[in-house]
């Protein structure tokens, strides 16, 4: 699946917690209809079986759209779903661990909260940051927020591209124009939506804004 920084335009990450009315193949449909450039999956509380079973719905899913899959931090069920990639926080598999397993097209993101962080990732084979969190975050309640002025620095201080996250919403996502992000990840102003399509493509508009330069 064709990956570069135009893809992290609208980065919707999924929440198990908002499944109700629909599954969540359902709900990543709905985001896919409303325009998400890029999708990742994460489930903290499935088992390895069960999370590959629906990683490769959802890649079955995205790829119908032209979008890549990225899963949160585990790389097996990554590798053996055929998803386009992964995505590591600071305590999980080091990225440059990660490249020594997977094909040269597959996907590595890092979240990064510090410049130093960012020229890690870089230097290790990262082909995006996400860093965050930008505002209070409702799904990460104990994150560490990053400053308007911290996201502008961490993003120029390395040449791959970077999506902001934490706690982004229609009404707030216009305050980090000038960042010098190439996207946003979205996770509650999504999959929390009455209408997952329309608050989805709200977002998409919003988000162009953002990153225009």
């Not at 390895?48 to 490769?56: G, L, N, T």
């Not at 094909?103 to 410049?115: L, M, N, R, S, Y």
């Not at 996502?173 to 992000?181: A, C, D, P, T, W």
């Amino acid at each position: 699946m064709k990956f570069n920084k135009k893809s992290l335009l609208l980065y919707a990450v999924t929440d198990s917690a908002w499944v109700g009315k629909q599954t969540l193949i359902e709900q990543i449909e709905d985001a896919l209809k409303g325009g998400v450039t890029i999708v990742q999956l994460r489930e903290k509380n499935l088992n390895e079986v069960s999370f590959v079973r629906e990683a490769i719905l959802a890649k079955e899913l995205c790829h119908r759209y032209s979008v890549p899959l990225i899963i949160n931090d585990n790389v097996d069920v990554a590798l053996q779903s055929g998803a386009d990639g992964v995505h590591v926080g600071i305590e999980d598999t080091p990225v440059a661990e990660i490249r020594k397993r997977v094909p040269a097209d597959f996907i590595i993101g890092a979240t990064c909260k510090t410049v130093e962080q960012a020229k890690a990732a870089e230097a290790a084979g990262a082909d995006y940051m996400g860093v965050g969190a930008v505002f209070p975050s409702p799904t990460k309640t104990n994150a560490i927020r990053i400053s308007n002025a911290q996201l502008q620095e961490i993003c120029s201080s390395v040449s791959i591209p970077a999506v902001a996250i934490g706690g982004i919403n229609s009404e707030n996502v216009l305050e980090i124009k000038g960042s010098m992000v190439a996207g946003v990840a979205v996770v509650s102003a999504i999959f929390g939506a009455e209408d997952i399509t329309t608050a989805t493509a709200q977002l998409k508009e919003k988000a162009k804004a953002v990153v225009a330069e």
